[in-house]
């Protein structure tokens, strides 16, 4: 029983009156004296039993209480606990007892025979990691209209340089626009600016751009500093030596920016914060650095050059990874293949009649026919109906391709096929020629003589490729060629071995008279191209031309769109934006033979849904 403060106060009350009641006698004898010594004797016996016994009582209370709480705290303990019936399935025949005991019978922790959770019960759901700002950022910069029907490409921007452009960079949200020019500087831009601005061409700059008709505003600088070249034995250290701009990369912040020189060394520089601090140099190549490439994860690059060799580099150690060497000839693009989609394995496109749906039978003529389509206004007169140089159709077995409709190279990379292919990477590097070679290379994989393996070309394509790039997906290689055309390639992925891929998809052909393709580019959307030659830029759908009357889809006289601004000389970049906003234009030979101007133009693109 729980002591309480209340009877403590009525035993307390009855002693005060006994010692009352002895004190009100009138008389007091030594009888009474002693009698009332005897009776406080015993009360204060009395008063000690009594107070045992309430400490009895108290220490009951406690004993009590504590069992109540030990009682409370096993039964929050055996709701915290997950039942053992739910954790381990009941076993016929075993006696449950136990488990339908008391709640004392039932310990918060199972047995150590019971820690095994069943396999039936669902996985943990697994969260997602939250995206960084920077890709959160980026990500948002990525256009919202994915597949328009065309596009409307107009130049509202020309920016005059004394010398002609060879490169050009730009950061993902186009804030900063880089140029590196003959003259051996690199000229920071600010795109925005210029565009929304009201700085207009005066009339000598006209005359430089070559703009005769309309109005178009002209560039905006932030900053420009120089590239410097190969450090001389005998130069004084206040002679700086400048080397041309032979290449261009930029981090997708515009944090720091890669220079290619005509010695073969690269330089790192700062762009955002102290613009044009120079950091260090990387050496390797023995000559023209042609083209650099940033990884994905931006902590590393590739670099190609005229030595015929590919870097890849370590921009932690700044050092030297890894070497890739095709054959030999100057490597003039390097470039890395986009993350894009997956896209189904295609079904067997030689299988006719009625098990086959009639999109894929369409599709199977249209691929069959687009190399030897013939549209007498662009295109050439067929030498011959030699059934020889018409693409051999995908099938189930090996592909047999005829021998005299390829080319066949004494040196480097075997061709590739779809077995080789089939166990590649999506980590693939593309590397195209002066000779017209465009190699992939498997880059998880560093043994010589796998991994890697070359596109083949028709017999009719000339030896020579100087521009040659990645559809946004992935899927697609373009390559543009010395007899005005373009070689589009299937390149899809499956992370199998499927018949057909890679192969030559079909050919775009320019007007003969429009000249050597010198740069392609590809948009966003993974359908449209651009294409540009001596005279013009062209849009085409990738996707669309090229196809034959019996696709069923109505073709125009003119396959393509020209996009004004550019007119004469060699473009040796174009540049788009993962939005599909801006596309800028450079004129330059790259070193190579030809004429250039010297004008940077920026196009205004609008989607045409």
């Given at each position: 029983?729980?002591?309480?403060?209340?009877?403590?106060?009525?035993?307390?009350?009855?002693?005060?009156?006994?010692?009352?009641?002895?004190?009100?006698?009138?008389?007091?004898?030594?009888?009474?004296?002693?009698?009332?010594?005897?009776?406080?004797?015993?009360?204060?016996?009395?008063?000690?039993?009594?107070?045992?016994?309430?400490?009895?009582?108290?220490?009951?209370?406690?004993?009590?209480?504590?069992?109540?709480?030990?009682?409370?705290?096993?039964?929050?303990?055996?709701?915290?606990?997950?039942?053992?019936?739910?954790?381990?399935?009941?076993?016929?025949?075993?006696?449950?007892?136990?488990?339908?005991?008391?709640?004392?019978?039932?310990?918060?922790?199972?047995?150590?025979?019971?820690?095994?959770?069943?396999?039936?019960?669902?996985?943990?759901?697994?969260?997602?990691?939250?995206?960084?700002?920077?890709?959160?950022?980026?990500?948002?910069?990525?256009?919202?209209?994915?597949?328009?029907?065309?596009?409307?490409?107009?130049?509202?921007?020309?920016?005059?340089?004394?010398?002609?452009?060879?490169?050009?960079?730009?950061?993902?949200?186009?804030?900063?626009?880089?140029?590196?020019?003959?003259?051996?500087?690199?000229?920071?831009?600010?795109?925005?600016?210029?565009?929304?601005?009201?700085?207009?061409?005066?009339?000598?700059?006209?005359?430089?751009?070559?703009?005769?008709?309309?109005?178009?505003?002209?560039?905006?600088?932030?900053?420009?500093?120089?590239?410097?070249?190969?450090?001389?034995?005998?130069?004084?250290?206040?002679?700086?030596?400048?080397?041309?701009?032979?290449?261009?990369?930029?981090?997708?912040?515009?944090?720091?920016?890669?220079?290619?020189?005509?010695?073969?060394?690269?330089?790192?520089?700062?762009?955002?914060?102290?613009?044009?601090?120079?950091?260090?140099?990387?050496?390797?190549?023995?000559?023209?650095?042609?083209?650099?490439?940033?990884?994905?994860?931006?902590?590393?690059?590739?670099?190609?050059?005229?030595?015929?060799?590919?870097?890849?580099?370590?921009?932690?150690?700044?050092?030297?990874?890894?070497?890739?060497?095709?054959?030999?000839?100057?490597?003039?693009?390097?470039?890395?293949?986009?993350?894009?989609?997956?896209?189904?394995?295609?079904?067997?496109?030689?299988?006719?009649?009625?098990?086959?749906?009639?999109?894929?039978?369409?599709?199977?003529?249209?691929?069959?026919?687009?190399?030897?389509?013939?549209?007498?206004?662009?295109?050439?007169?067929?030498?011959?109906?030699?059934?020889?140089?018409?693409?051999?159709?995908?099938?189930?077995?090996?592909?047999?391709?005829?021998?005299?409709?390829?080319?066949?190279?004494?040196?480097?990379?075997?061709?590739?096929?779809?077995?080789?292919?089939?166990?590649?990477?999506?980590?693939?590097?593309?590397?195209?020629?002066?000779?017209?070679?465009?190699?992939?290379?498997?880059?998880?994989?560093?043994?010589?003589?796998?991994?890697?393996?070359?596109?083949?070309?028709?017999?009719?394509?000339?030896?020579?490729?100087?521009?040659?790039?990645?559809?946004?997906?992935?899927?697609?290689?373009?390559?543009?060629?010395?007899?005005?055309?373009?070689?589009?390639?299937?390149?899809?992925?499956?992370?199998?071995?499927?018949?057909?891929?890679?192969?030559?998809?079909?050919?775009?052909?320019?007007?003969?008279?429009?000249?050597?393709?010198?740069?392609?580019?590809?948009?966003?959307?993974?359908?449209?191209?651009?294409?540009?030659?001596?005279?013009?830029?062209?849009?085409?759908?990738?996707?669309?031309?090229?196809?034959?009357?019996?696709?069923?889809?109505?073709?125009?006289?003119?396959p393509f769109k020209i996009i004004p601004g550019h007119h004469g000389g060699i473009v040796s970049q174009l540049l788009i934006d993962p939005a599909a906003r801006f596309m800028v234009s450079a004129s330059s030979n790259r070193g190579w033979s030809g004429e250039s101007t010297r004008t940077?133009?920026?196009?205004?693109?609008?989607?045409?849904?």
């Amino acid at each position: 029983m729980v002591h309480s403060d209340s009877e403590d106060e009525v035993e307390a009350n009855d002693v005060f009156d006994f010692d009352g009641r002895s004190s009100d006698a009138d008389e007091v004898n030594d009888d009474d004296l002693f009698d009332a010594d005897d009776n406080a004797d015993e009360a204060t016996e009395h008063g000690e039993e009594t107070g045992s016994e309430d400490e009895d009582e108290e220490g009951e209370g406690e004993e009590e209480e504590e069992e109540e709480e030990e009682e409370e705290s096993q039964e929050l303990a055996r709701k915290d606990v997950i039942p053992m019936d739910s954790v381990h399935p009941t076993i016929p025949g075993q006696p449950q007892g136990a488990l339908a005991s008391g709640p004392s019978s039932v310990s918060p922790f199972p047995p150590p025979d019971q820690h095994r959770i069943s396999s039936k019960d669902p996985t943990p759901e697994q969260r997602e990691r939250p995206m960084s700002p920077a890709r959160i950022r980026r990500t948002r910069l990525v256009s919202s209209t994915t597949h328009p029907r065309s596009y409307t490409v107009e130049a509202i921007c020309a920016i005059a340089h004394p010398e002609p452009t060879h490169s050009l960079a730009a950061s993902m949200c186009m804030t900063h626009l880089l140029t590196g020019s003959q003259d051996g500087y690199i000229r920071d831009y600010d795109v925005f600016s210029a565009v929304n601005g009201k700085t207009f061409l005066t009339a000598p700059q006209r005359q430089h751009c070559a703009v005769v008709e309309g109005t178009m505003k002209s560039g905006q600088l932030r900053m420009w500093w120089e590239n410097p070249g190969a450090p001389q034995a005998d130069a004084i250290v206040e002679d700086h030596t400048r080397s041309p701009v032979t290449s261009l990369a930029m981090q997708s912040d515009a944090l720091w920016a890669l220079g290619g020189t005509e010695s073969g060394h690269i330089n790192l520089f700062t762009v955002r914060h102290e613009p044009g601090q120079f950091i260090t140099a990387l050496y390797g190549h023995r000559g023209h650095v042609s083209s650099l490439a940033l990884q994905h994860d931006e902590m590393g690059f590739f670099s190609a050059g005229w030595d015929g060799d590919v870097y890849q580099w370590d921009l932690n150690t700044g050092q030297q990874t890894r070497k890739f060497t095709s054959t030999g000839a100057q490597v003039a693009v390097v470039a890395v293949r986009p993350l894009g989609p997956i896209f189904p394995p295609p079904r067997d496109l030689s299988i006719t009649g009625p098990d086959l749906p009639e999109g894929l039978s369409r599709m199977a003529d249209d691929d069959s026919k687009s190399d030897a389509s013939y549209d007498p206004l662009f295109d050439d007169e067929p030498e011959d109906e030699n059934p020889a140089l018409q693409p051999a159709k995908p099938n189930t077995q090996n592909i047999s391709i005829p021998k005299g409709s390829l080319v066949n190279y004494s040196r480097g990379p075997p061709p590739l096929d779809s077995t080789n292919y089939g166990s590649f990477s999506p980590d693939v590097l593309m590397t195209a020629s002066i000779d017209g070679s465009v190699v992939l290379w498997d880059q998880r994989v560093n043994a010589p003589g796998k991994g890697v393996g070359r596109l083949e070309m028709s017999s009719k394509t000339p030896p020579w490729c100087v521009s040659a790039c990645w559809s946004a997906d992935g899927g697609q290689i373009y390559a543009g060629r010395r007899n005005c055309t373009v070689d589009v390639w299937d390149t899809r992925q499956f992370g199998q071995s499927v018949n057909g891929v890679p192969k030559l998809l079909k050919t775009l052909r320019n007007p003969i008279s429009s000249g050597a393709v010198s740069c392609v580019a590809a948009f966003p959307d993974g359908r449209h191209i651009a294409v540009a030659s001596n005279d013009n830029i062209r849009l085409w759908n990738a996707s669309e031309a090229g196809e034959s009357e019996t696709s069923g889809r109505g073709r125009s006289g003119v396959p393509f769109k020209i996009i004004p601004g550019h007119h004469g000389g060699i473009v040796s970049q174009l540049l788009i934006d993962p939005a599909a906003r801006f596309m800028v234009s450079a004129s330059s030979n790259r070193g190579w033979s030809g004429e250039s101007t010297r004008t940077v133009l920026v196009h205004d693109i609008r989607s045409v849904l």
